[in-house]
């Protein structure tokens, strides 16, 4: 069974900074493709960074650009999101995702596992 399990997530100010982890267990690690992904109360789920299973490809949602970066750990089975200069906007319940397949995806329908998710909160 693949388990995905967020943390790191809490209550900040604009400008501040936070790391989000995601540890999974239960697959192949070092083989899965990331992603975060988040939704915002009254909207879809929406995309916001993934990387491939070497780390070395790397995508982003426009938003998020310069201010967010994607990594991951192969040896401790973990993804991060390092999140740089929050605006209010950014507040959501975050989730990360496994993805079985080869092709790195930003659209959620594909990914495969998903986290319970952890909230963020921004405040202005």
């Known amino acids: 069974q693949v388990q995905l399990v967020e943390s790191g997530g809490g209550l900040v100010q604009t400008g501040d900074s936070l790391r989000l982890s995601c540890t999974v267990s239960g697959r192949t690690f070092s083989r899965t493709n990331m992603g975060w992904f988040r939704q915002a109360p009254g909207k879809e789920r929406e995309f916001v960074a993934a990387?491939?299973?070497?780390?070395?490809?790397?995508y982003y949602t426009d938003s998020v650009k310069g201010r967010f970066t994607i990594s991951r750990d192969n040896a401790k089975n973990t993804v991060y999101l390092q999140m740089n200069s929050l605006k209010p906007e950014d507040t959501a319940i975050y989730y990360c995702a496994a993805d079985a397949g080869v092709v790195l995806s930003t659209i959620s329908n594909l990914y495969d596992y998903w986290g319970q998710g952890t909230q963020v909160t921004v405040s202005s």
């Open positions: 990387v491939n299973w070497s780390g070395l490809r790397t």
